[in-house]
């Protein structure tokens, strides 16, 4: 039926086959699933005709208009999704920070009052920001988007500065108590390139040995490392002329005739 496949329909009349021919020995573990809860036939999804306006359209045939591309999935679109579009576009690295997504009884989200920005028992992200301009938008008469998301991003910077300072006063107090915090992650990460780094110069300054090693040998006409040069032998000499030679004298020594006195 054009494009359509409906194969997937005749899937449990096709198993019953198989078994009654002993093709298949057991069914299978969906048969008896598939025998009670058949698949929908129904392939014609039920959308509304898409309307136009009659005074601006010239004929009858563009006044109504059927949908095309049925079967593809409908967009679920929230108002939430152009806020954090924006926000997180600005602030990529709030992304990175770790987030707490375990609820109660999932509907924490709606014991939230967003008239201002902190929440008690929730810790401060993007979604704040996101909740916050929502809240304004919805609330406050007269308040652009723009406006919204500047009065959201203020109180959010102003509250992470807050915390900035608590942790920065908390830290130091630990440490005029005696608390040893070992290396920052900047530290480590510094210690880890340092040591990248010798590695690399270790084999940079191999690697240069070995190269002005070769490009002197090839000046001076010397032999490399890897060849054996015997004592009392002329390097020029070809050994394969050389090899002939002598078995051509030990054929002579053989066969000459003895000498008679």
């Known amino acids: 039926m054009g494009r359509y496949d409906f194969k997937p329909l005749s899937v449990h009349q096709t198993a019953t086959q198989l078994l009654r021919t002993n093709r298949i020995r057991t069914p299978p573990p969906w048969y008896d699933v598939v025998a009670t809860i058949p698949p929908t036939q129904a392939v014609v999804r039920t959308l509304p005709v898409e309307q136009h306006d009659r005074k601006s359209s010239t004929s009858k045939a563009q006044a109504t208009k059927k949908p095309s591309k049925m079967f593809r999935p ?48 929730r810790i401060l992200d993007g979604e704040s920001v996101v909740q916050r301009q929502l809240w304004l938008l919805e609330n406050v008469p007269d308040i652009s988007p723009a406006e919204a998301y500047d009065r959201a991003r203020h109180e959010f910077y102003a509250l992470r500065y807050q915390e900035d300072v608590e942790r920065r006063v908390a830290k130091e107090e630990a440490l005029a108590a005696g608390a040893y915090f070992g290396k920052s992650r900047l530290e480590v990460g510094m210690g880890l390139e340092d040591k990248m780094w010798e590695t690399w110069k270790e084999w940079s300054l191999r690697e240069s040995a070995a190269a002005r090693q070769k490009r002197a040998s090839a000046y001076t006409g ?29 054929a002579d020594a053989v066969e000459a005739p003895p000498v008679v006195p």
């Open 74 to 121: 409908q967009k679920i679109i929230h108002k939430e999704d152009t806020l954090r579009r924006q926000f997180f576009g600005d602030h990529p690295w709030e992304l990175a920070r770790p987030r707490v997504v375990l609820e109660d009884d999932g509907k924490d989200g709606q014991r939230w009052d967003w008239s201002r920005i902190s929440q008690p028992g």
């Open 222 to 250: 010397l032999p490399d490392e890897g060849t054996k040069v015997e004592l009392g032998r002329d390097p020029t000499a070809n050994p394969v002329v050389e090899e002939l030679g002598e078995s051509a004298d030990q």
